[in-house]
């Protein structure tokens, strides 16, 4: 019998196997759920319309800044959203306003996330002391409105493409690390953290390399989340003068210089521009809401 156990070798080099092909079969699986989810379907479409927009306005449509004699017409065959009140054609300032509005939405975003996730990595895995201070000061954050704090902010150091990106990405940066927390706190405990511990690696290295991985399905969605109300924020921040400025297309832009004009019967320059930041949120919130539903099965 000891000549069988001895052929028979080792089990533990195929450990290391099992894994990868554990997590790939995983990803497999999420993303054949995903497909089959009817709202990230057509999230994607949703999305994706508005990405192929900003990618090809500059070649396939008329210009977004050229002026003309017709001013505030409506939508006709020659201009399908009709003209805004400098003459300009409103079809092709919606379609031109995707581009600054996805540059800026996921750049804060994504500042956001990475300052929210590394600062909920630390929060969750140091406890005691650190949490408590780092807890206090997200607290205070988070009690205000994100447009009240993003509206300060902006007013205080000025408006500009830049500053917008910069304060969404502090604003959300404490709603983000939250949730990030959250998912440490029931990584932390577990063997692989206690083994990496054992193996006498530093706190850094158990965060980022061992924990984050396996909080990332959460991060996704939050950042999904977040997109979408990064859009509607820079849109009333720029609605307000204090975002994107002219003569940039921007879809909060264009209604904050036409919606005057409503009082007067003219709503094309006003419904196009808002209808495309509705369609873009709600695009994003379909995907979010599918990547939520996946995740948590």
């Known amino acids: 019998m000891s000549d069988v156990i001895s ?3 080792p089990p533990t080099p195929l ?28 999230g994607v479409i949703i999305v994706g319309f508005w990405i192929l927009c900003a990618i090809g306005q500059a070649r396939l449509f008329q210009d977004p800044y050229a002026t003309s004699l017709d001013v505030l017409k409506p939508p006709s065959s020659e201009h399908w959203f009709g003209t805004d009140r400098l003459g300009r054609d409103v079809f092709a300032r919606v379609i031109a306003g995707a581009r600054d509005i996805l540059i800026v939405a996921p750049a804060a975003t994504i500042l956001g996330t990475v300052l929210g996730t590394a600062l909920g990595l630390v929060m969750g895995y140091m406890r005691g002391l650190v ?25 205080a150091v000025g408006p500009s493409t830049t500053t917008a990106i910069i304060v969404i990405g502090l604003v959300f940066t404490p709603l983000i690390a939250r949730t990030v927390r959250a998912a440490v706190l029931g990584e932390r405990e577990l063997e692989y953290v206690s083994a990496a511990k054992l193996r006498g690696e530093r706190a850094p290295y158990i965060m980022f390399v061992e ?33 994107i400025q002219p003569p940039s297309p921007d879809w909060g832009l264009q209604v904050s210089e036409e919606y005057t004009y409503l009082s007067a019967g003219d709503w094309w320059p006003t419904l196009f521009p808002a209808l495309a930041i509705a369609t873009l949120v709600i695009g994003i919130n379909l995907i979010a809401d599918a990547l939520a539903g996946v995740f948590d099965r």
């Open 211 to 243: 924990i984050l991985p396996n909080v990332l399905q959460p991060v996704i969605v939050e950042f999904t989340v977040r997109l979408g109300y990064a859009i509607f924020t820079i849109a009333t921040l720029s609605f307000l003068g204090l975002g």
């Open 7 to 9: 052929s028979a070798g």
């Open 131 to 155: 949490d408590d201070i780092l807890g206090r000061i997200v607290d205070a954050v988070l009690a205000l409105p994100v447009i009240i704090v993003a509206l300060l902010a902006v007013t």
């Open 15 to 42: 450990t290391p196997a099992v894994q990868p092909n554990a997590r790939a079969t995983a990803r497999r699986e999420t993303l054949r759920a995903l497909l089959r989810s009817k709202s990230f379907i057509i």
